[in-house]
């Protein structure tokens, strides 16, 4: 843990990086609106209300949402990162399209998500990029 948290202290990160402490706040605000939602779409699936293709961008967006800690923090590599965090991205919006017909809601729910990792996104990129 220590040595994570110096080797992410020691990255060059742009002036406009947010604090570290605003991520905890953030995430679990987002991890209760994705909890939300992401459960009633895997609850229509059960029900068989949607089928493989609706469900899908949102299983894959769980799985690319947790392995990014492991992959930045235990890998400490950047690029596999920005990889990962722009797959988060495009799952994201690809489930909010692909639910929006069914449950318009559940795509309006995800707007912060979605707000959220476009900045963290750019912010990875950036990162990335001053690092290599």
Do not use: C, E, H, R
């Not at 990086?17 to 605003?22: E, H, I, M, V």
């Not at 489930?95 to 996104?121: G, N, R």
């Amino acid at each position: 843990m220590n040595n994570t948290f110096s080797w992410y202290s020691n990255l060059i990160k742009p002036s406009w990086a947010p604090p570290s402490y605003l991520f905890g706040p953030v995430w679990t605000f987002l991890y209760i609106l994705i909890a939300v939602s992401f459960g009633k779409v895997f609850v229509l699936a059960l029900q068989k209300q949607i089928g493989l293709m609706v469900v899908l961008p949102f299983i894959l967006n769980l799985i690319f949402n947790l392995i990014f800690s492991p992959i930045q923090f235990g890998l400490q590599n950047n690029i596999l990162a920005a990889v990962d965090i722009i797959l988060i991205l495009v799952t994201l919006i690809w489930a909010m399209i692909a639910i929006f017909p069914i449950a318009p809601w559940i795509s309006y729910i995800q707007i912060p998500y979605l707000l959220w990792v476009s900045f963290a996104t750019i912010l990875q990129l950036t990162v990335t990029y001053l690092n290599l």
